[in-house]
């Protein structure tokens, strides 16, 4: 599967963005898919994953409450809605699919995301 995210941008401290991803391929109901970022000078880390039928949601503690996964399997695209954004989620965020377990094999090119306070 190929992953195209999109919505990254510049906003300020209790702003929202909401970003999208479109996977290429024929069986997107076939992968789990989820957000991982990494701000400058940090290690990547996990946001959010949502599972293949969207049942289930897991989120990283931080963005708990702010941040909402969500897939369309018609369509092929999972979104990161995020909501009262803050200066450490600054970051670049990479859309991300696996096929087992969490073994996120399919990455995409990664989208900025800026938060000014």
């Known amino acids: 599967v190929q992953l195209q995210a999109s919505g990254g941008g510049s906003v300020q401290a209790g702003g929202s963005l909401r970003l999208s991803c479109a996977a290429s391929g024929r069986t997107f109901g076939g992968y789990d898919m989820g957000w991982f970022r990494q701000a400058p000078g940090k290690e990547r880390e996990f946001v959010a994953a949502?599972?293949?039928?969207?049942?289930?949601?897991y989120y990283q503690d931080s963005v708990k409450g702010r941040f909402a996964i969500s897939r369309d399997n018609a369509k092929n695209t999972v979104a990161l809605q995020m909501n009262s954004l803050k200066a450490e989620d600054t970051a670049v965020y990479y859309c991300?699919?696996?096929?087992?377990?969490?073994?996120?094999?399919?990455w995409g090119q990664g989208t900025l995301v800026t938060v000014s306070s």
């Open positions: 949502i599972i293949r039928n969207g049942g289930r949601t």
């Open positions: 991300v699919a696996a096929r087992t377990g969490n073994n996120w094999d399919y």
